[in-house]
Nanobody
Framework: QVQLVESGGGLVQAGDSLRLSCEAA????????VGWFRRTPGKERKLIAG????????YYVDSVKGRFTIARDNAKNTVSLQMNSLKPEDTAVYYC???????????????????WGQGTQVTVSS
């Protein structure tokens, strides 16, 4: 079983940057693909970025392409999400999750994941 803890959220202004981190403990982290989801009030969690188990394949939803960068360091059991040029519509609770599978960067459904972090709030003011 893997346990995940996110950090790095906060309140920023539009155009600013934030870096979210997801630290894993437990089972072999390098065997999991990892996704970053976000949830806004009244909506379901949505996959916005993903990375496969080696880091060789990544996925971004169109709304964050060119602004967000996902990366992993399997030696340190961490996955990061660098968020640049933040917009008010990026305001959400962000979650990292470990997938049941490993080879793809994009597992879109929450049931594809075996472990979730507690979430971290990102608020972008205009």
């Amino acid at each position: 079983q893997v346990q995940l803890v996110e950090s790095g959220g906060g309140l920023v202004q539009a155009g600013d940057s934030l870096r979210l981190s997801c630290e894993a403990a437990g089972d072999t982290f390098s065997s999991f693909a990892v996704g970053w989801f976000r949830r806004t009030p009244g909506k379901e969690r949505k996959l916005i970025a993903g990375i496969n188990h080696t880091g060789g394949s990544v996925y971004y939803v169109d709304s964050v392409k060119g602004r967000f960068t996902i990366a992993r360091d399997n030696a340190k059991n961490t996955v990061s999400l660098q968020m640049n040029s933040l917009k008010p519509e990026d305001t959400a609770v962000y979650y990292c999750a470990a997938a049941k599978a490993s080879y793809s960067a994009a597992y879109y459904h929450t049931e594809d994941y075996v472990a979730w972090g507690q979430g971290t709030q990102v608020t972008v003011s205009s």
